[in-house]
């Protein structure tokens, strides 16, 4: 982009990708934003273009929105907590040397390209599953009940399948990380007295905060949105009805667009906060 | 105390035998220079004293005390490493109380040995910085405090100048020469830099393929080195090297003349040879200078003001007393012809 006729062309070549993004983001915007002061119920063959704020005051005084937002950072957390554990000790193990390293670290990142929905299937019917789960299996070797994980622990049984899949990815970003750790660093530790677990504690760990701050950041903006395996496994129901979930049934299961919108809007304005809150958490660790 | 005593001590990777049973006395208290080409093994004997490698054969003793078997941080060795290894998260000062944590010792102590570690090595302004905002010769010094806390009975170097710019890495130098003699404590210094070794060691060992070629001051290194290699290696520059006819008629089937050995002269001479490039240093110059007996150009020192340009004859005549004499095997005659 040197001289001005460079920029000028540069600025002509890219327009059409710009606006088909601004189409693309601004109109369901637009739209949401819309439909959200308005009472809309095809179902009734309602439709009020304007009724204030009274859609919002609804969504945001009924019980289940304050239920809802719970959860939803209930599951992130969980799921956060064990992709991150996961993921470093994954990484640790990956790194040593060891016999098909390729392969195995392939099969690591397998469940990455599982999509949601297969992959919520697979769990609900092949292990959660009281009758033919291998979990049932393993229960009954151990001559213990079978345990109904869908409807005895619903939440746990999601946070574990999506666990599951963003484990992958923690992973693959904490053993880039991991590699980058300079061997003479841990030696120097290992001449200074350190045992392994200081080692860890003081020297890993610490080298390993700005990948966990990245890895964190990126998962919270996309957990905040799961829906494919609550709406295949629970329905939402049992406790587990996202704020997501909710915005859904407003929509699809009431038929309340004006409503459902309203939850919608009030969404991404709750992920803007938790995504500012995060950039600054990792903007401060970035720096260091 | 630091008497460390390597008894055909042997090291394999795998099938590769990187150090051949190997042995070598360090006296307490001495400044010892490993010194070699790269790839010679000489880290990879520090890191078997360290403890860093497992030795494949033999045994290692420190104060007359068995270490084969013992883990880094029990053999009382202290090691800085070529990047420093410091720990980048932590402040200068937790950098150099890390291994004082680490063995439990209590606050006022450690403060203590941080102050006076600091002081010696000017690093109290800097105490509460991290590494990243140092300069190159202040983290090699952080690396030193963080060795010197732990009262080791013997520092391990490897090649610790090799990343500082040529100024630096002379005063580095000296403040690491003024430590020996302060604390007089062993150390174990590995380098590629012969001038290094020279300037530094009480005795050097010079290695090739894991081999010991010589131990010895860095004079008598000097004066006598024991084959060709040490011979080319020791001294700066390099020395001249001859085969053939010259060399058979001091009855030898190598001839080794130093540059600083041959004399300019104005006729005769027993090199007669061809100006080429010319090294101006001010207090010296050397030539390099095009001769029929060698393939190489003989490297010569003339005073700093000669008035010698590319292309000039020059006549040059050794001092036969500096004149080293070799066998067909590249090994030093006893005496001089």
Redesign the interface.
Known sequence: MATEHSKSSARFMIAPAVFVLLVWMLVPLCMTLYFSFADYRPMRNTFDAWIGFSNYASFLTSSSFLSSVMVTLQMVAGILLITIGGGVALALLLDQPMFGQGIVRILVIAPFFVMPTVSALVWKNMFFNVDNGLFSYLWKFFGAQPYDFLSQSPLLSIVVIVAWQWLPFATLILLTAVQSL?S??L?????????GY?RFW??IL??L?RAITVVILIQTIFLLSIFAEIFVTTNGAFGTRTLTYLVYQRVLESQNIGLGSAGGIVAVILANIVAIFLMRIVGKNLD? | MGRITLDKVQKKFGEVEVIPPLDLTIEDGEFVVFVGPSGCGKSTLLRLI?G?EDVTGGEIRIDGKPATDL???KRG???V???Y??????SVRKNIA??MK??GMDQAEQERRITKAADALNLTDYLDR?PGQLSGGQRQRVAIG?AIV?EPAAFLFDEPLSNLDAALRVGMRMEISELHKTLATTMVYVTHDQVEAMTMADKIVVLRAGHIEQVGSPLELYKAPRNTFVAGFIGSPKMNLLTGATAAKHNASTIGIRPEHLDVVSEGGTFTGRVGVAEHLGSDTFFHVHIPEMTEPMTVRAGGEVGLRHGDTIHLEPRAEHIHRFDDKGLRFACHA
């Open positions: 300079s003479e660093q030696e120097a530790a290992e001449m200074d007295g350190a045992p200081s003081y020297i610490p080298h905060s260091n | 360290a860093l883990p880094p941080a060795l202290a090691m490493f070529q990047s290894a410091l720990y980048p998260h932590m890390f291994p680490m063995a991290r963080r732990r």
